[in-house]
């Protein structure tokens, strides 16, 4: 199983988000049963809540389901347990790679760092700007590019 974890500060909006796009997507492509998702945040001010109305919203008008989503917290075990430790921001990316204990780790970036023409590095915290559209198109064109990455890596020619 190939596992990938999104993670933001307060995982109710931009995580959970990615979640939700990137297992529609995984979904959609039949590799379910090769790819595990799931989301934290590097905070814990949100500990089991529900992702946040702004998410919610934009991903039921595109259709894309959020059962089952609740906000944990980022653990150091994370990081050994998950292959692809996606962060959103350069400050998530920071507080990551200080939890890093010198044991085996999966692969830290930033979401964007998948997307070679990008002209952001980090998904803005729509917690503060209000802006879940830009935040969406952000997360899936990332998370398409990402998809495509961990196909590459893993089951290119090995199905
Ligand atoms: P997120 O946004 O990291 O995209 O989930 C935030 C949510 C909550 C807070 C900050 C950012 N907060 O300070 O509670």
């Keep these: 199983m190939i596992k990938v ?6 995982n109710i909006c931009r995580s959970p988000m990615a979640e939700a796009i990137f297992r529609d997507l995984v979904q959609k ?13 590097t905070g814990d001010w949100h500990i089991g809540h529900p992702p946040h109305k702004g998410t919610q919203t934009i991903l039921t008008k595109y259709n894309i389901s959020f059962e089952g989503i609740k906000a944990r917290q980022v653990m150091p075990e994370d990081l050994g347990q998950f292959d692809y430790i996606i962060a959103m ?7 990551l790679q ?19 023409d990008s002209k952001v590095a980090d998904v803005p915290d729509p917690y503060y700007t209000g802006n879940f559209d830009e935040v969406y198109e952000l997360v899936t064109n990332g998370c398409k590019r990402l998809l495509e990455v961990i196909k590459k890596e893993n089951l290119v020619g090995k199905e």
């Design 98 to 116: 200080k939890m890093i204990t010198g044991e085996k780790t999966g692969r830290i970036q930033r979401l964007l760092d998948y997307v070679d």
């Design 29 to 41: 492509e039949g590799l379910s049963d090769r790819i595990q998702v799931d989301s934290a945040g």
């Design 5 to 10: 974890l999104f993670v933001c500060l307060g």
């Design 89 to 95: 921001d350069s400050d998530n990316l920071g507080n």
